[in-house]
């Protein structure tokens, strides 16, 4: 199946928003087996998208949108779909009953714009939003499929995974599996350099690499009668890259490092606490994240100051003096003195300068310690991390963050479960 996507907004042709959709659209369906062979952009014109349907359908059979499917008059997706494919578009009252309800339930009053989202075109199917007031439409003429999308990320992902690949699973005939191995501490060109005659001689399972920022994920992606066969597919192929990377490997199907780290300190009965400079937090606010994460922390502190290093969690003053605030020994004390402070089992640190100003030839802009203290395992990284994109400092914040969390994840691991 030959597949397009079309982002629709003004505001996107403008830049002043990021289009994130088409990179997890293009993603997804990489994942499922779907081959994504065009991606475009229109505004909010009905004419121009009108356009380029009939251009997306001379060449593909699938076509997802994002976008226009709100209440306000420039929304106008579904109108100039129903009008392509020579169809009305007709109220439906299970939607529009969900909306009365939904607005109800939030205590706001419902306008009569609102009442043209439960509006759907002849024949097609609603997408569940329950994050949203748009429903997604699917619609099917003739062999070409057409599925409009909401534009806001936190509505449209979830209605993609949830029920748009059910439908594509369902169209193809197939069940499509994947599994996703999580990397860290190598980039994504080598880990292509070490996979390439496997990325590129194997077609079912596929293999292919997406570069996350500080990290990488494999995703390896099975098609086949069955989820069972498809999973079967699956494990060898995962079992080679896992032997074949080995420490690297920090877990698969995790989601992220945050989970990972959460996830390893619930079954264990562990609990880790944060000590932060350089991060501000970060640390503690992507362990905050994961539902559960109260059972595995209590306490996490930002330190940016001397006079609070010294104070709070212990750190030497003659040590600060002498090796600064960037360095090993306050690293270290500061992982040991919050793990001190909170009775956790795990104390994580970060000391390090962000910029763009405040280095120097001996301690340069990105240079960053990230500590940690548990019993019978103390470890300090030394990072000379560079910044990337539009906002260095705010990327050398992400990663140090992200090594702060693995390292984290090595001492729980190192740690076990705790005896009762």
């Known amino acids: 199946m030959?597949?397009?996507?079309?982002?629709?907004?003004?505001?996107?042709?403008?830049?002043?928003?990021?289009?994130?959709?088409?990179?997890?659209?293009?993603?997804?369906?990489?994942?499922?087996?779907?081959?994504?062979?065009?991606?475009?952009?229109?505004?909010?014109?009905?004419?121009?998208?009108?356009?380029?349907?009939?251009?997306?359908?001379?060449?593909?059979?699938?076509?997802?949108?994002?976008?226009?499917?709100?209440?306000?008059?420039?929304?106008?997706?579904?109108?100039?779909?129903?009008?392509?494919?020579?169809?009305?578009?007709?109220?439906?009252?299970?939607?529009?009953?969900?909306?009365?309800?939904?607005?109800?339930?939030?205590?706001?009053?419902?306008?009569?714009?609102?009442?043209?989202?439960?509006?759907?075109?002849?024949?097609?199917?609603?997408?569940?939003?329950?994050?949203?007031t748009a429903p997604g439409i699917w619609m099917e003429d003739g062999g070409r499929i057409l599925v409009l999308l909401p534009g806001p990320p936190r509505e449209m992902e979830p209605m993609f995974q949830n029920e748009v690949l059910p439908r594509l699973q369902q169209a193809t005939g197939k069940v499509i599996c994947s599994s996703t191995i999580h990397l860290f501490g190598?980039?994504?060109?080598?880990?292509?350099?070490?996979?390439?005659?496997?990325?590129?001689?194997?077609?079912?399972?596929?293999?292919?690499p997406y570069a996350k920022q500080g990290e990488?994920?494999?995703?390896?992606?099975?098609?086949?009668?069955?989820?069972?066969?498809?999973?079967?597919?699956?494990?060898?192929?995962?079992?080679?890259?896992?032997?074949?990377?080995?420490?690297?490997?920090?877990?698969?199907?995790?989601?992220?490092l945050q989970n990972a780290l959460v996830q390893t300190l619930l079954s264990y009965g562990r609990k880790v606490a944060t000590a932060e400079s350089c991060t501000g937090g970060m640390v503690s606010q992507r362990i905050t994240q994961i539902p559960g994460s109260s059972g595995v922390f209590d306490c996490g502190v930002c330190t940016y100051a001397n006079r609070i290093k010294h104070q709070l969690v212990g750190v030497s003053g003659e040590d600060l003096e002498r090796y600064g605030a960037v360095s090993e020994p306050v690293a270290l004390q500061m992982a040991r003195g919050v793990r001190a402070l909170s009775g956790a089992d795990i104390g994580i640190s970060t000391t390090g300068i962000a910029g763009p100003d405040g280095g120097s030839p001996e301690k340069p802009v990105g240079l960053v310690y990230v500590g940690v203290s548990s019993e019978g395992y103390e470890e300090v990284l030394r990072l000379n991390l560079q910044g990337r994109g539009t906002d260095a400092r705010d990327d050398i914040r992400y990663r140090a963050s992200s090594h702060a969390l693995h390292l984290a994840l090595k001492a729980a691991r190192r740690l076990g479960p705790k005896e009762n």
Request: with cysteine; proline share 4%; charged share 25%.
């Open 186 to 208: 190598i980039g994504e060109s080598a880990v292509e350099d070490r996979l390439r005659p496997m990325m590129v001689g194997y077609q079912n399972p596929t293999v292919a």
């Open 216 to 256: 990488v994920q494999l995703r390896i992606t099975a098609m086949a009668e069955s989820r069972e066969a498809a999973r079967q597919m699956i494990a060898p192929v995962r079992q080679e890259i896992c032997d074949s990377f080995g420490q690297l490997v920090y877990g698969v199907d995790v989601g992220s």
């Open 2 to 132: 030959k597949a397009e996507i079309l982002s629709i907004g003004t505001e996107l042709l403008l830049g002043d928003i990021l289009n994130t959709n088409a990179k997890f659209l293009a993603q997804e369906l990489a994942g499922a087996g779907v081959e994504v062979y065009h991606q475009s952009v229109v505004g909010d014109n009905p004419g121009r998208l009108r356009e380029q349907l009939e251009r997306s359908f001379a060449r593909s059979q699938l076509v997802i949108t994002t976008g226009g499917l709100g209440p306000t008059y420039d929304d106008l997706s579904k109108e100039t779909a129903a009008a392509f494919f020579g169809r009305k578009l007709v109220e439906d009252k299970e939607i529009l009953c969900w909306l009365e309800e939904r607005f109800r339930a939030i205590g706001c009053p419902m306008t009569d714009n609102n009442r043209k989202q439960a509006l759907i075109p002849e024949g097609a199917q609603a997408l569940a939003n329950p994050n949203g």
